[in-house]
């Protein structure tokens, strides 16, 4: 079991900048995938992007791709979300999430992932 906590969220206009972090406690890191989501109020909860902690391997969602970027410190147990050149439609809560059974082909699926954080609102609005 891993706990998750998020931070960074908060206002910002369009075409701005936000990056999330995402600290675990608990357990290692090394094991886990560990992914961001978002949820939009009326909507279903999306995938943004994933990477794997020991390999650093990245995945990211369509709406995302080049404008968000995923990271990791190993040494901090944390993952960050960098947000670049951010729209309106970007607005949601954004949860971290880890799974240490989590496959390639599977990053997007969030029932792949055990832990979640309690989540943090970034809101793009001028």
């Known amino acids: 079991q891993v706990q998750l906590v998020e931070s960074g969220g908060g206002l910002v206009q369009p075409g701005g900048s936000l990056r999330l972090s995402c600290a675990a406690s608990?357990?290692?890191?090394?094991?886990?995938?560990v992914a961001w989501f978002r949820q939009s109020p009326g909507k279903e909860r999306d995938f943004v992007s994933a990477i794997n902690v020991n390999s650093g391997g990245t995945t990211y969602g369509s709406t995302v791709k080049g404008r968000f970027t995923i990271s990791r410190d190993n040494a901090k147990n944390t993952v960050f979300l960098q947000m670049n050149s951010l729209k309106p439609e970007d607005t949601a809560v954004y949860y971290c999430?880890?799974?240490?059974?989590?496959?390639?082909?599977?990053?997007?699926?969030?029932?792949?992932?055990?832990?979640w954080g309690q989540g943090t609102q970034v809101t793009v609005s001028s």
């Open positions: 608990g357990r290692t890191f090394r094991t886990y995938t």
């Open positions: 999430a880890a799974g240490n059974t989590v496959i390639l082909s599977n990053r997007a699926n969030q029932g792949a992932y055990a832990n």
